[in-house]
């Protein structure tokens, strides 16, 4: 699928769009299905609610077996991912998101980019596109936007307690105070089966879980090959996408 001139303005000013129902039914109770899976791999790296002590965040840069594996190869994540960013791309890395109910942590306002110009990106031509995987809402703990705040470029992050082990880093509260002055702020509410891209200079946070249900979303991010940090830096290995068949997480099901 191609995105449209209005959708490639639409991100351009706003820093991200919407794709609503990309993933089938279907498909999304096959994510569900090989949550566990992914999480479990070797190659992931994880981090845990303070509160809740289970995993908040899985990332991997190689899904092994399971239906992850191909996620990021899809041509309808692939394709509009080169028109967002006008050039060929490879996979930075992909993670879960996990809101356990009634806590989950929260993840403080902040930018892609205010940590992967640290991992040796020169430029902030990079980007993400969610999966939700269940419903989003504001009492579970829903992404938000600051509406073409990413025109601001970056910011630099400071040290954050928002409730993962560790300390989190993101931006100033007087930042955000000050960039909310000037950008609306917006909800991404939406149901399974939903795609937002986004920008990896779109300044955003997710709130705590208040309601009685888990929140799972999967996030793969993908970056410019022109803007490849190098030899032994970054996240993912810079090799061109080779696209997978559209019906590839359907043959994965488990």
């Not at 109770?29 to 992914?38: F, Y």
């Amino acid at each position: 699928m191609s995105l449209t001139e209005q959708q490639l303005e639409a991100f351009r000013r706003d820093g991200y769009i919407r794709l609503d129902g990309l993933f089938s039914d279907e498909e999304v109770s096959v994510l569900r299905r090989n949550v566990d899976r992914a999480q479990s791999s070797t190659t992931t790296w994880t981090s845990r609610d303070r509160e809740a002590g289970q995993v908040a965040l899985a990332l991997w840069t190689q899904a092994g077996d399971s239906a992850y594996a191909d996620l990021y190869r899809l041509p309808r994540l692939v394709i509009p991912a080169r028109q967002l960013l006008g050039d060929d791309i490879y996979h930075w890395h992909s993670k879960i998101s996990f809101k356990p109910p009634r806590t989950g942590a929260s993840w403080h306002w902040h930018q892609d980019y205010g940590y992967w110009f640290h991992d040796g990106c020169l430029t902030a031509n990079m980007l993400s596109a969610m999966v939700f995987i269940d419903p989003a809402r504001e009492d579970n703990g829903c992404l938000r936007f600051l509406v073409g705040a990413h025109s601001e470029g970056r910011f630099e992050h400071d040290a954050v307690d928002a409730g993962t082990e560790g300390k989190q880093t993101g931006m100033s509260l007087s930042l955000v105070e000050e960039l909310r002055r000037k950008y609306p702020e917006r909800s991404m509410i939406g149901d399974p089966g939903d795609v937002v891209f986004w920008h990896s200079n779109l300044p955003h946070a997710s709130a705590t879980n208040r309601s009685e249900h888990g929140r799972l979303a999967v996030i793969v991010c993908y970056n410019a090959m022109g803007n490849d940090p190098g030899p032994g830096r970054g996240h993912g290995k810079p090799v061109p996408i080779e696209t997978a068949s559209d019906e590839s997480l359907l043959r994965a099901r488990t």
